[in-house]
């Protein structure tokens, strides 16, 4: 079955603190896509990545990095010198072909909330 | 361009009712799912239509239902209202039926009395 852990309920830190928001994730599929999403207090989800799971390579968007690593099924997400505005809910998701029936239906972790303290 | 757009934003019923929720995608896009959040935890996939036609279903009640339009838009209806059902209500739109990125709506927040 398919199942994605954020085993981090919460995490306090200061302003311009590094931050790692870990993820693990479990699929028998061989072709999937991990996702990372913001939340902020507004609820509306926003899309920050997509990574297929062809791709180990690692990536880096500014202050936000992405480590995948197949061999331990995770997909870890970096905040370097985090602001105030990076405080949100942020969940960790799975797509493979047949969750629901259908492909791309996303499976969610419980999310992890960040808050960043000035 | 309009990302995915949800009516109404909030919503208060009381037991037994019905709700409808309304989504409009992405421009372009064809693929609506909705999605269930409850407050502290990830949000649940309810249903995927593609081209008007249900294409996957979560583990949902048979309370729930929903259609998509010829310009697909979408609703989400929910029959017999438990207090259970009061939950964020999310939309989410992608081009196709695969594993493309899925972009998400504001939600509805439906609180059941």
């Known amino acids: 079955a398919q199942k994605v852990t954020q085993a981090q309920t919460e995490i306090s830190v200061v302003e311009k603190e590094d931050v790692t928001l870990d993820c693990v994730y479990e699929?028998?599929?061989?072709?999937?896509?991990l996702f990372w999403y913001k939340q902020p207090p507004s609820g509306e989800l926003v899309f920050l990545i997509r990574r297929n799971s062809f791709d180990e390579q690692n990536e880096i968007s500014g202050r936000y990095s992405w480590n995948f690593q197949k061999s331990t099924s995770s997909f870890n997400f970096t905040i370097t010198a985090s602001q105030v505005v990076d405080s949100a809910v942020y969940f960790c998701a799975l797509s493979d072909t047949n969750y629901g029936g259908s492909q791309g239906n996303l499976i969610f972790g419980k999310g992890t909330k960040l808050s960043v303290k000035p | 361009d309009a990302g995915v757009t949800q009516s109404p934003t909030h919503l208060i019923k009381t037991r037994g009712q019905h709700v409808t929720l309304r989504c409009s995608p992405i421009s372009g896009h064809k693929s609506v799912s909705w999605y269930q959040q409850v407050l502290g935890q990830g949000p649940q996939f309810i249903f995927q239509?593609?081209?008007?036609?249900?294409?996957g279903r979560g583990n949902f009640p048979d309370r729930f239902s929903a259609r998509q339009f010829p310009n697909y838009s979408s609703e989400l209806n929910v029959n017999a209202l438990l207090l259970g059902d009061s939950a964020l209500y999310l939309c989410?739109?992608?081009?196709?039926?695969?594993?493309?990125?899925?972009?998400f709506g504001p939600g509805t927040r439906l609180l059941v009395l």
């Open positions: 699929t028998r599929d061989t072709t999937y896509y």
């Open positions: 989410a739109s992608r081009l196709g039926q695969h594993q493309e990125t899925q972009y």
């Open positions: 239509y593609y081209e008007k036609e249900e294409r």
